[in-house]
């Protein structure tokens, strides 16, 4: 076997190896992350008074649908998007009302950049559309920009909270206050069907099914490997009688590109929903205030 193919087999060797490091301390943060707390507010913008109001809120709230309504104000981050900021912080801490990457709502606040960011995950993905969202966030808007947080955060839990009790229609939406349990519980029966205590979902089972999977993939990668390369290009060329008999140049065509010139107009919305980069898909609202 040549040089060159141990120093690859043992680079992939190696990236395998770090993947499932990270993979196993994402896993751990999640598992150890606290679900009964639903209010980050990182930049102040609360009282003391006032985010215990607001926890005690989204905390019964949030066991009336069986989805966390979090809330997150920050003072910058470090020149993410706001919509990315909230896909990473979901797929780092694998929030939930009752289990890791569960049912999920998120307002982020970025007070630097003054953006606004709405997602939802699981099953408030599928009742907190982009649409629903987008008018959550010109629900609050308004106060947001004049300084009424706590007024704002407290719109967003319960009309959030009204949302996830009526299933979504085909047409255009209008929020309504309209609550159905019956709908909601429906959807709650659906999610206890999932095992959180199954092998397959703990995260040391997970991570030595990886070992196994990567010992197999380079265990056939070294057995595939052939022989070492001897034919190189030198091999059958004559030097004594090999040159270059003649050179020209011909031109073939020409190609224009064009591009479209950024518009000086500035739009208050952006964003939608998505997929995080570890792969969990969401809805989404953004824009500033």
């Known amino acids: 076997m040549s040089t060159i193919s141990m120093q690859k087999q043992g680079f992939l060797f190696l990236l395998m190896s770090l993947v499932l490091i990270l993979s196993m301390g994402i896993t751990a943060k999640a598992e150890t992350f606290d679900r009964h707390k639903y209010i980050y507010d990182d930049a102040g913008l609360l009282t003391d008074q006032e985010a215990s109001k607001l926890q005690e809120l989204s905390s019964r709230l949030s066991e009336e649908r069986d989805t966390a309504f979090i809330i997150i104000t920050v003072n910058g981050t470090d020149g993410k998007s706001a919509k990315q900021y909230v896909g990473d912080y979901y797929d780092e801490n694998g929030p939930g009302y009752d289990q890791p990457f569960g049912n999920t709502a998120i307002l982020f606040l970025d007070m630097q ?10 099953k408030a993905e599928d009742y907190l559309t982009d649409e629903r969202l987008d008018l959550i966030r010109d629900e609050i808007t308004p106060a947001l ?13 319960t009309t959030s909270h009204e949302y996830m009790g009526e299933e979504p229609s085909s047409g255009s939406e209008e929020y309504n206050g309209y609550d159905s349990d019956a709908d909601h519980q429906e ?6 069907n999932v095992d959180s205590e199954n092998i397959l979902f703990q995260w040391w ?8 999977v990567a010992g197999i993939v380079v265990a056939i990668m070294i057995y595939s490997s052939g022989g070492r390369v001897t034919v190189n290009g030198q091999t059958y060329i004559n030097n004594k009688h090999s040159k270059v008999l003649s050179r020209s140049d011909r031109f073939v065509r020409q190609t224009v590109t064009k591009q479209k010139k950024p518009s000086n107009n500035t739009n208050n919305t952006s964003g939608g929903g998505g997929i995080s980069r570890g792969g969990h898909s969401h809805s989404g609202s953004g824009g500033k205030f």
């Open 145 to 157: 920009s004049e300084g009424n947080y706590f007024e704002a955060f407290s719109d967003y839990i």
């Open 205 to 212: 089972f997970q991570v030595i099914a990886a070992l196994v």
């Open 187 to 192: 959807y709650a029966n659906e999610d206890t």
């Open 113 to 122: 950049g003054r953006d606004i960011y709405l997602a939802g995950f699981k």
